[in-house]
């Protein structure tokens, strides 16, 4: 099978959830294991943070980044004041509200 069908099944897997044994044959990616195999060995080669750069510099090349739309999460940014754990979480009601569980 060649790259590109292997990375297209990859892509079908992750964005619909399916379990990779059911990844349908005919739609042309290969079996769900052989494109499970391909994602194993790829992620320790690096390939997943090459192919992320590559795209932004094509983007960045045609204009197409909307910065407006970005968001960062917290766990990839370094706290400023260099907090090392959680901070204490606020109550916001008057009462707790007992458990639904």
């Known amino acids: 099978m060649d790259d590109r069908a292997a990375l297209n099944g990859i892509l079908f897997v992750l964005h619909t959830g399916i379990p990779w044994e059911d990844l349908p044959q005919e739609l042309g990616f290969g079996s769900g294991m052989t494109c499970w195999r391909r994602l194993r060995d790829w992620q320790p080669d690096g390939l997943w943070e ?47 509200a007992a458990s639904v569980i």
């Open 50 to 96: 090459r192919l992320h750069l590559a795209l932004l510099k094509r983007l960045r090349e045609h204009d197409q980044i909307d910065w407006n739309r970005a968001s960062i999460d917290g766990a990839s940014v370094s706290s400023p004041r260099g907090a090392n754990g959680p901070g204490r979480t606020l109550q916001i009601g008057a009462n707790s």
